[in-house]
């Protein structure tokens, strides 16, 4: 039963940091219609610019912490005007291809700055061990499904009332219609990009609190796609459920299972939902049938 | 003075070769294939015989991704699933080089025709997702099923020799692969002169529309699947034997990004761009390791940040072709010729 709750648990947190990084994805996703490859990247380089903030220029960590959203935020508008625009119109493998291309070289970057060694984090969340129901587990493990369900929060407020947000639902929907309604879907896109490197930074600086900073947290970019097709691309509560289901199932059959199991059963998972449930559990069903 | 090349019969429209120029260039090409290997050194050699094997990768995605439309991030994974049971059967089983390789072909198409499944009910991005699970679940499969492929561990394959001829030095290995990189490009160009070709290509401009016209979307696709991965098996299999070695990192996702990579910098639906673009992804890091060797005196740093400016460039490579010039090399090399031939007025 312990270690029932303690896999629940980290299922939980890994579900919470997945959801962070797939919400960033949904949203590129859904005001654009663009795969982005490079979301694993976003996180990294998240994850490296808030160890640079506080463990390299000592910085108290709530500043460093809103220095990096406002570079991730930068590194948003940048790459959507330099890459992406170019892009619209093209077919989706040069889309696809152009973020892949993005993704190895936002990696090499941080590689030359960083280097490739993992380093330790100086935790700004403290890592105490907590007792939940007779399992221990880190602080910073429950904070991290905290601001997972904040963060959520925030984007659901920011979809219903703000302006953008209604403004980049109707892109969504129909880019002719939002343009002809005086909507400017570049500033749209623009503002889609650099929320999801901003909540992509978090889920970075998250993942780099509880198990330090390397080059492999690319890897959250991959683990994505599981999480996204799971919850249906264009939903944002999808995605929260998505990373928490494959969050937990990953626990789960590496808790019991073993064996290295947990690394693929994810994308037998996308499989079985693609050939079943395309759209996912909450996404709109408007794929086109072959 | 002509504006551009228009037939007048069909033989001429049907011809392969169309232009004296074009078979003049084709001739210079083979001539310059012939004679390479008397003048290169080793080095060279490798680098020639890398190519080859590429070529033959390129080949068989931009058959199903170039031609027929559909997006597979699988070409690793299938190459993996060639490289292994080639390695396993001559290794284990004793199995003479070439015999493992024809197996090896026809494994990798079975397996490439279960994964084309998915691309029944779904196409474009979702296609390209479902075949990147396929790539994770082959590649989780020979790491993880040690009893058939030792797991992590480099798999040993023994020295391919016949008629006591050893194979796999750079220089014999170069008349075989390059000899087997003809046939596969005779066969591939011809493939898109019979009515499978032709379905492949109706596939990829208008699913729908082909279909109504008659072609069976579920046949072709998983044709399209098979082909193009019994040539990944069979890029797969040559390099197990050419390195004596096949170990899982050679399979990864990377280079299936690798090959996709190829076919759009050297330009989809075209076995030309094909080339091109293997050569061009094969050589550009050797190259730059080259440069790096080059300005190696007076700025000795260069040996630590090398792997990343390789991976920069990789990088920013694709994003400059797909932003400045989405057809690829192919599309540039027209651009000169037409430059050229309609000089002096071409603009």
């Not at chain 1, 100086?122 to 007792?131: E, W």
């Not at chain 1, 789960?252 to 079985?272: A, D, E, H, M, W």
């Not at chain 2, 040690?146 to 020295?159: H, Y």
Request: charged share 10%; aromatic share 12%; net charge positive.
């Amino acid at each position: 039963m312990d270690l029932f709750i303690q896999l629940t648990l980290t299922g939980l947190t890994n579900g919470a940091i997945l959801a962070l990084a797939a919400l960033g994805f949904v949203l590129i996703f859904k005001a654009s219609d663009v795969i982005n490859f490079a979301q694993g990247e976003f996180l990294l380089i998240g994850a490296y610019v808030t160890f640079a903030m506080i463990a390299q220029f000592g910085l108290a960590w709530p500043l460093g912490m809103l220095l990096t959203l406002l570079i991730a935020v930068a590194l948003g508008v940048i790459v959507e005007r330099l890459v992406l625009r170019p892009m619209i119109g093209e077919p989706i493998i040069s889309v696809i291809m152009v973020t892949i291309g993005l993704s190895s070289l936002l990696r090499a970057i941080v590689s030359s700055i960083w280097g490739n060694q993992p380093k330790a984090f100086p935790p700004f969340i403290p890592s105490n061990p907590v007792n939940v129901l007779g399992a221990t587990v880190g602080e910073d493990r429950l904070w991290a499904i905290v601001i997972a369900i904040v963060m959520l929060g925030i984007f659901s407020v920011f979809f219903r009332r703000s302006r953008e947000g209604i403004a980049m639902r109707a892109v969504a929907d129909d880019q002719q219609a939002a343009l002809s309604m005086g909507i400017s879907v570049k500033k749209i896109f623009a503002w889609a990009w650099s929320i999801a490197a901003a909540s992509a930074a978090v889920g970075g600086a998250l993942v780099a609190n509880i198990v330090g900073v390397g080059p492999e947290l690319a890897g959250f970019g991959l683990r994505v796609f599981p999480v996204v097709i799971l919850g249906g691309l264009d939903s944002i509560p999808g995605a929260v459920i998505g990373g928490v289901v494959i969050g937990l199932l990953e626990a789960y059959t590496g808790g019991y299972i073993g064996q290295g199991l947990n690394q693929v059963l994810p994308f037998i998972v996308l499989i079985v939902i693609l050939m079943i449930r395309p759209y996912g559990l909450f996404g709109q069903e408007i794929i086109e049938r072959v | 003075m002509d504006s551009g090349i228009f037939h007048t019969t069909y033989e001429k429209d049907m011809a392969l070769r169309r232009t004296p120029a074009q078979k003049i260039r084709l001739v210079v090409f083979i001539l310059f294939l012939l004679v390479f290997p008397f003048f290169a050194n080793r080095y060279y050699l490798t680098l020639a015989n890398q190519v080859a094997i590429a070529v033959i990768g390129a080949i068989g995605l931009n058959i199903l991704t170039g031609y027929t439309g559909q997006i597979s991030l699988g070409q690793g994974g299938f190459m993996a699933v060639g490289a292994y049971t080639a390695g396993i059967l001559t290794a284990r089983m004793g199995m003479p080089w070439w015999g493992s390789t024809i197996v090896a072909c026809f494994v990798t198409a079975a397996v490439g025709a279960v994964f084309g499944i998915p691309s029944l009910r779904l196409k474009g991005l979702y296609l390209a997702i479902a075949t990147l699970a396929a790539q994770e679940i082959i590649l989780w499969v020979v790491t993880h099923w040690r009893a058939l492929t030792g797991g992590v561990d480099a798999l040993v394959v023994p020295n391919p020799v016949t008629l006591g001829i050893q194979i796999n030095n750079d220089f014999n290995f170069y008349w075989v692969v390059w000899g087997i990189v003809g046939l596969v490009t005779i066969a591939a160009v011809n493939l898109f002169r019979t009515p499978y070709g032709r379905a492949f290509i109706a596939i990829s401009d208008q699913d729908i529309a082909a279909s109504v016209m008659g072609v069976d979307l579920f046949k072709y696709k998983l044709l399209a699947f098979a082909i193009s991965s019994f040539l990944a098996g069979l890029a797969g299999a040559l390099t197990a034997h050419y390195r004596n070695i096949v170990t899982w990192e050679r399979f990864t996702i990377d280079v299936s990004v690798l090959y996709l990579a190829m076919i759009i910098i050297g330009g989809l639906g075209s076995i030309t761009g094909s080339y091109m673009g293997a050569a061009f992804m094969t050589l550009l890091p050797a190259v730059l390791t080259n440069l790096g060797r080059a300005v190696k005196g007076f700025y000795p740093a260069i040996d630590s940040i090398l792997p990343f400016i390789q991976q920069a460039t990789f990088g920013l490579v694709i994003i400059l072709f797909l932003v400045l010039e989405p057809e690829g090399l192919n599309k540039i090399w027209k651009n000169i010729k037409d430059y050229f031939r309609l000089w002096p007025f071409s603009y």
